[in-house]
Nanobody, 124 residues
Framework: QVQLVESGGGLVQAGGSLRLSCAAS????????MGWFRQAPGKERKFVAT????????LYADSVKGRITISRDNAKNTVYLQMDNLKPEDTAVYYC?????????????????WGQGTQVTVSS
């Protein structure tokens, strides 16, 4: 089992940047594919990005391509989400998640472990 704790959320103006971090503890971090999802008020949780165990492969939602970058540091047991050129529609609670599968899945049912979430608010 792995425990996940997100940080780095906050309030930012449109066009600004934030970097989210997700620190993992417990089992070997490099054994997990890691993902980021987000949930806006009144909406279902949606996929944002995912990264392979070794960090040599990524997948992004179309809505964030070119603006958001996922990365990981297995030595620090941490996955990051660099978000640039933020838009008001990026406002949501952001969750990191860990999957025991090697495939880069974009649906949340394939991720067994979840953090508590961190709020990102983008003002216009």
């Amino acid at each position: 089992q792995v425990q996940l704790v997100e940080s780095g959320g906050g309030l930012v103006q449109a066009g600004g940047s934030l970097r989210l971090s997700c620190a993992a503890s417990g089992r070997t971090f490099s054994n997990y594919v890691m993902g980021w999802f987000r949930q806006a008020p009144g909406k279902e949780r949606k996929f944002v990005a995912t990264i392979k165990r070794s960090g040599d492969g990524t997948l992004y939602a179309d809505s964030v391509k070119g603006r958001i970058t996922i990365s990981r540091d297995n030595a620090k047991n941490t996955v990051y989400l660099q978000m640039d050129n933020l838009k008001p529609e990026d406002t949501a609670v952001y969750y990191c998640a860990a999957s025991t599968y090697s495939t880069l899945y974009t649906t949340d049912r394939w991720y067994a472990y979840w953090g508590q979430g961190t709020q990102v608010t983008v003002s216009s």
